[in-house]
């Protein structure tokens, strides 16, 4: 049984003025976003509300500051909630759209019923978490010390919406590291066990733009990558809709435990365990699914190899893009590496029942003694 869900619009709009334009907002509208966006992009162009995450704390948002947002705005007239951001704005401001919520715990703990009564447009200005088709929001539980994902199926936006112009300053290292995570959504969930054809087209087509386009970067500099914005948009989005589908794998796993402990950000916590998961892969069963990625991989890069050969070339392209950084040096202890891997074992199933061949405690250890 095959199950394919794509439940948002999608629109792309090459300036913000194209997509006022279009969606004609008013005050009853409310955007949640940051106020460096804000002052570089939206200060007197759009006749609406805002909020600033900022206004409510700096740093990475948790339940205590979403709860402070809820207050805020319950009573107030919301027709619309659009979220514009990197990730956590994104699932923050999905949040914020559902029925008479006032706590982040009445709604990860489903005390409400999980509805909407607000439409919701999510517009992101990274180009990797695909958090704009995704029901998903991730949040710091306070309480739990630990990062939560909560998949709130009313939570798909009404509309998605690309503007590329919001990402014509993106730093170097938020549009590699926002990259490669959408790169790795692609391919871990095109060789997830769990995976269908139908995310397969989404898949592929986003390892094609993200990997060709890398090869352009390498060659003529890091700095031309905004010629190629508007790709990396589609291809976060593309890897997007197959994670609104199927959930990531080892990868995944790994830096989700990793990210948090260590307080390593997202994409760069995925990063550092991108090529060994798939090297071991490599070693335990060389073909079905993880071939036709080495296929996917050796036409994108223009190379003629084999499966060993185009997993190498995959690694000396990333680290090119992403120097090496070995696990040790964010603080990683060799006496951790057995007890963090029984960590992932315990609490990240949910991803690592999608790994393309099961992977033992011994493999897991071999993987993370591989990056440490
Ligand atoms: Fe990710």
């Known amino acids: 049984m095959y199950n394919f869900n794509l439940k948002s619009s999608i629109y792309e709009f090459r300036v913000l003025s194209d997509f006022v334009d279009h969606f004609q907002l008013s005050p009853y509208d409310t955007v949640f976003t940051e106020r460096f966006l804000y002052e570089k992009y939206f200060k007197g162009k759009l006749n609406c509300n805002f909020i600033f995450q900022d206004d409510y704390g700096l740093g990475e948002p948790s339940d205590i500051v979403i709860d402070k947002i809820l207050i805020d705005i319950k009573d107030k007239p919301i027709n619309r909630i659009i979220g514009i951001g990197g990730g956590s704005i994104l699932d923050i401001a999905k949040l914020l759209s559902i029925k008479d919520a006032t706590s982040t715990e009445d709604i990860f703990e489903e005390n409400i019923p999980l509805v909407r009564d607000k439409g919701l447009i999510l517009i992101p200005t990274t180009c990797g978490t695909g958090c704009e088709v995704t029901c998903v929001s991730v949040v710091d539980i306070s309480r739990k010390n630990t990062k939560i994902g909560k998949r709130i199926e009313a939570n798909f936006a009404d509309s998605a919406v690309l503007i590329e112009e919001l990402l014509d300053s993106i730093p170097e290292r938020v549009f590699l590291y926002s990259s490669v995570d959408a790169l790795i959504h692609a391919m871990e969930i095109y060789v997830a066990q769990t995976g269908n054809p139908y995310n397969d087209v989404f898949c592929e087509s986003a390892i094609k733009i993200i990997l060709s386009n890398y090869k352009k970067l390498v060659k003529d500099g890091i700095e031309t990558r905004f010629e190629y914005m508007n790709e990396f948009l589609r291809a976060s989005t593309f890897a997007g809709i197959a994670l609104s589908n199927t959930a990531c794998g080892a990868v995944h796993a790994f830096a989700m435990h990793f990210g948090s402990v260590h307080h390593v950000a997202h994409g760069e916590s995925n990063a550092r365990f991108l090529t060994e998961v798939f090297k071991k892969y490599a070693q335990i069963s060389p073909n079905g699914k ?33 120097p090496k950084k070995r696990l040790r040096e964010y603080g990683v202890k060799e006496e951790d590496i057995e007890p963090y891997v029984d960590k992932v074992i315990e609490t990240q199933q949910r991803l690592l029942k999608n790994n393309f061949v099961p992977l033992s405690r011994k493999e897991l250890i071999d993987i993370y003694k591989g990056v440490y």
Do not use: P, R, V, W
Request: glycine share 4%; proline share 0%; no cysteine.
């Open 290 to 322: 993880l071939e036709d990625l080495s296929k996917i991989i050796n036409n994108a890069l223009e190379i003629d190899t084999d499966l060993q050969g185009s997993f190498l070339a995959l690694e000396e392209l990333i680290d090119y893009l992403i």
